[in-house]
């Protein structure tokens, strides 16, 4: 990303990942078929959020983390000529666990 972007306050910057083109039993998935991943890496994040009294609470998710989130989930948004996803931690269902090295080992195969 050469632009940088930083989000403000709960907001968190995403890169989707994209899905394989084919199954595991080797069929072919056109695009017209395929749904947008719910799988990204966290590119960015705001500084957190701040509640009544001023106290800043920082986010759970950090920058190159792997999280899914919702089928609707945040903003699309294009940088440099790239896409992305802004969208609140709250929307954010969970964060994946050793993912890069599974997707690697995966590539690998």
Not at 84 to 90: A, G, H, T
Not at 93 to 103: F, N, P, T, V
């Amino acid at each position: 990303m050469a632009t940088k972007l930083t989000p403000l306050h709960d907001r968190i910057v995403v890169r989707r990942i994209e899905e394989a083109d084919t199954t595991r039993g080797g069929i072919i998935i056109p695009d017209s078929a395929k749904d947008k991943p719910q799988e990204g890496e966290v590119i960015s994040v705001g500084r957190g959020k701040t509640n009544d009294k001023g106290e800043t609470f920082p986010l759970d998710v950090k920058a190159s983390d792997h999280i899914l989130f919702g089928k609707y989930a945040g903003t699309e948004i294009k940088i440099d000529g790239e896409d992305f996803l802004i969208m609140r931690e709250e929307e954010v269902l969970g964060i994946l666990e050793g993912a890069a090295k599974a997707k690697e080992h995966a590539a690998k195969k």
